[in-house]
């Protein structure tokens, strides 16, 4: 990960030059959050980006905490602050005033879906949701857990992998609190869908996943690129494409799905352990307990089989709608990110459930915390937006994005080769 850079209050006193204080840009201010950084519930790593200089925070506060917006202006009222005016602020302003026209239709939009209701919550479609994983995990559970029968184990197999996917669904829309819209319910389900159905901390993930959503696309800064040494979905996430392969990269079809299981058990066991310890969180204790109570009672096979296939899904799903688009190395506009780094999937019925509504990436990353199956209802008006400034709005069919996904893990492959073959 690239280390952050310090911002300093220029101009003010000689000891706060020497401090180095953090600052993010707010909506046209300044605010000083070097103590604040260690206990941002979204990590300090999120913090820091946005303590770059030259990085706006307006849009992401925004949209990340659009259902909290009110308690985050309070809190920022309690820090120093100062207006984004000084002459170290030219190359900001000049950013600033490049995109403000594209930042204040994004804004108008957002708040006229806002007093639509898109971003309100179903009860209906949160009880389904949460019905769906139950029943289709416990259909798997019973039908692995009381028969010897191949057959029967196998189909069970299919069934609890199937909940696992639908509760990773879960898991990420409670991640972005827009499954319930009570930040204390999502977080609380949130942590029994990841930690009981998959043996992972939740709240591990959301600070990984937040980076993904800040950075999209940005080299060293999107953690979603950074699968090493596993899987490379770019050649330029590596620094020495012919010191730092390996032969799992090399053969990606034939050895990545194995290398991914390993890499699934390290964050089970590894990472989520040392979180767990460090942290200990009573609800993700209780619930990554439950996932392995009843681990134990499928069975080491089937529970091999079972994390296999759902992680296999998880990955590949997750990957069509990024890993064969260009990445950059510099901050983009909120809007910019999500239309040129992203694409969304041909709509349909299954569609929208198989990929548990991640067909409609472009909205969801313009609108993190939208219940993800209002995204359609924006839809036109997103694309209104992005061809009134210029910018690409990409349908792509799901054999189609199936087809590149693949296509730019070979051509890594086939250049990894090349350059292992001939040295060059």
């Known amino acids: 990960m690239a280390p952050y850079q310090d911002t300093t209050f220029k101009g003010t006193q000689p000891e706060d030059r020497v401090n180095k204080v953090k600052e993010i840009l707010y909506d046209g201010v300044y605010y000083n959050v070097t103590d604040f950084i260690g206990i941002h519930p979204g990590g300090r790593q999120i913090m820091e980006y946005f303590c770059t200089a030259g990085e706006d925070a307006t849009l992401p506060i925004q949209q990340f905490h659009s259902r909290t917006i009110g308690k985050v202006n309070g809190l920022l009222k309690s820090f120093k602050k100062r207006p984004a005016s000084d002459l170290e602020d030219v190359k900001t302003q000049k950013v600033q005033e490049k995109n403000k026209q594209l930042t204040d239709d994004f804004t108008k939009l957002y708040l006229e879906l806002k007093a639509e209701g898109l ?6 479609h949160t009880v389904y949701r949460i019905l769906e994983m139950v029943m289709l995990a416990a259909v798997g559970l019973f039908l692995i857990t009381q028969t010897s029968n191949f057959l029967v184990k196998s189909l069970g197999c299919i069934f609890l992998s199937l909940g696992q996917i639908r509760a990773l669904g879960v898991m990420h829309e409670t991640g972005h609190l827009s499954l319930t819209g009570n930040p204390k319910w999502d977080r609380l389900i949130q942590a029994f869908a990841h930690g ?38 770019n050649i330029n996430v590596i620094d020495d494409p012919k ?90 506009h909120w809007v910019e990110q999500a239309l040129v780094h ?49 910018l690409p709005y990409r349908v792509y069919s799901y054999k189609d994005a199936c087809v590149k996904s693949m296509k730019n893990l070979l051509d890594i492959s086939d250049e990894l080769k090349r350059i292992h073959n001939h040295g060059d």
């Not at 993930?205 to 999107?222: E, P």
């Open 119 to 124: 971003f309100k919550p179903s009860y209906f």
């Open 196 to 233: 009981s159905f998959m043996g992972h901390s939740a709240i591990f993930w959301r600070r990984y996943h937040s980076l993904h959503h800040a950075q999209t696309s940005r080299l060293k800064h999107d953690l979603d690129f950074e699968h090493l040494p596993v899987v490379l979905l």
């Open 243 to 332: 010191k730092d392969q390996n032969i799992v990269l090399r053969h990606p079809l034939l050895l990545a799905p194995v290398a991914l299981l390993f890499q699934t058990w390290k964050l089970q066991f590894w990472e989520t352990g040392t979180h767990l310890v460090k942290h200990r969180i009573p609800s993700e204790i209780l619930a990554i307990g439950i996932y392995y109570f009843f681990a134990w009672h499928v069975g080491i096979l089937p529970w091999i089989v079972c994390t296999a296939m759902t992680m296999s899904h998880f990955g590949f799903t997750t990957s069509l709608n990024h890993s064969y688009l260009p990445i950059t190395t510099k901050p983009t």
């Open 342 to 390: 992203t694409v969304n999937i041909e709509q349909s019925w299954w569609c929208d459930w198989w990929m548990f509504y991640l067909n409609f990436q472009i909205e969801h990353h313009l609108f993190p915390t939208m219940p993800q199956f209002r995204n359609r209802r924006a839809v036109e008006r997103v694309k209104a937006l992005a061809q009134k400034h210029g």
